[in-house]
């Protein structure tokens, strides 16, 4: 496609729920991101895939979450027994190859609010 | 990873100039320097990056200072458009994981 898809674009889910987001990255993008952007504040790394390398897991903050990314494309985020604290918007992004030189590509995001 | 330094929020004139500093006192040899903004119910886009020489395209120019230690986004004529939080970035080349700040919250007055 020509940017990164995230669905859906707003969930709302009751406390204790699992939820999954997607994230679709531009086709042929190899390194694929995950942040979280609570109310007011700036990005915090989730989590990296990169082709078919073990993922960078270091950002998740619980072991409530989790993500795999299949065939080297699309790519899930799970959060497990939500909380009211997990309520943030989820920005995927995606680029060419991983490295400082390559710039991101960021989807719009799926605001999740947990009630 | 090196820290940036940016000012919390600026405002500017609709068809002024304008320049958004950053601080990068410990930035080392191979970090690259990314700015992205922000706008309002979006995710992060891509400005502008440089490593040392000074960079222009379509949407602003980078100005890197001669030790590196700061840098200076240029909206060359802001627009209302422009308004949003802007992101600058160290990354080392061969790393992938921007760590993002609070960035600058540019306000455009029409």
Redesign the interface.
């Known amino acids: 496609g020509a940017g990164?898809s995230q669905s859906p674009s707003n969930k709302v889910t009751e406390k204790g729920k699992d939820v999954e987001l997607r994230c679709d990255p531009i086709s042929g993008h190899t390194?694929l991101?995950w942040?979280r952007q609570s109310l007011g504040?700036?990005?915090?790394?989730l989590i990296?895939f990169?082709g078919n390398s073990a993922p960078?897991k270091s950002?998740l903050p619980s072991d409530r979450f989790s993500a795999e990314r299949t065939g080297g494309s699309v790519s899930t985020l799970t959060i497990q027994r939500t909380q009211q604290e997990d309520s943030a918007v989820y920005?995927c992004?995606s680029?060419p190859q991983?490295?400082?030189?390559y710039?991101?590509?960021?989807?719009?995001?799926t605001r999740l609010t947990v009630v | 990873d090196a820290k940036t330094t940016q000012p919390n929020s600026m405002e500017s004139n609709e068809e002024e100039p304008v320049h958004l500093p950053c601080n990068h006192s410990t930035i080392s040899g191979?970090?690259?320097i990314?700015w992205?903004r922000q706008l309002p119910?979006?995710?992060?886009?891509?400005v502008i990056?440089g490593l040392t020489s000074n960079v222009n395209n379509r949407m602003a120019s980078l100005a890197i200072a001669e030790d590196r230690k700061s840098s200076t986004l240029i909206l060359h004529r802001a627009t209302l458009r422009d308004a949003a939080v802007y992101?600058c970035i160290l990354?080392?080349?061969?790393?992938?994981?921007?760590?993002?700040?609070?960035?600058t919250r540019l306000k455009v007055l029409a």
């Open positions: 990164v390194a991101y942040y504040q700036g990005l915090e790394f990296y990169q960078d950002g920005l992004a680029s991983s490295g400082g030189v710039g991101y590509t960021f989807g719009s995001g | 191979t970090d690259y990314h992205y119910s979006q995710g992060p886009e891509y990056h992101y990354s080392a080349s061969g790393t992938y994981k921007y760590i993002f700040g609070t960035g």
